[in-house]
């Protein structure tokens, strides 16, 4: 539902990635929205969380290799932005822990989230296809 096939790098790997980030966002958002009880949502923020601290992970890495092959002249940039929002991820998990299940805080993960992949893809990844555009790799 979020996802618009003009997110695409046109690197297959980086593209599939984004494609499953995205699916999970949404998947995730659905079920924030839905009628079930808080209790019963417990389950699928849990399998989002446990797959956002380890696909961010490989993803960003797959996606800063790709950067430094082609000789991306922003990596540095691009790598911190990836290290916040690990950071970020991070912190939610532990805060997620100690608190235990707050609807206002996973509200407020699920907002970020999506805002940030939003903006993150269609703005500043998309500088990365461009760049490999115009030098033709």
């Known amino acids: 539902m979020l996802w618009k096939d003009k997110y695409n790098l046109g690197v297959e790997q980086i593209d599939a990635q984004h494609r499953e980030l995205f699916r999970r966002v949404s998947d995730f958002l659905e079920v924030l929205r839905s009628s079930s009880s808080w209790e019963e949502r417990v389950g699928k923020v849990n399998e989002t ?10 993803h960003f890495r797959d996606e800063e290799a790709y950067q430094i092959q082609i000789g991306y002249p922003e990596y540095d940039a691009h790598k911190q932005t990836h290290d916040d929002m690990v950071s970020y991820v991070a912190q939610f998990a532990a805060e997620y822990e100690q608190k ?4 206002k805080l996973i509200q407020q993960f699920a907002g970020k989230l999506l805002a940030w992949l939003i903006h993150h893809v269609a703005a500043e990844d998309q500088k990365i296809g461009a760049y490999a555009k115009e030098k033709g790799v």
């Open 49 to 58: 969380l446990s797959f956002m601290k380890d696909y961010v992970i490989t």
């Open 100 to 103: 235990g299940y707050d609807e």
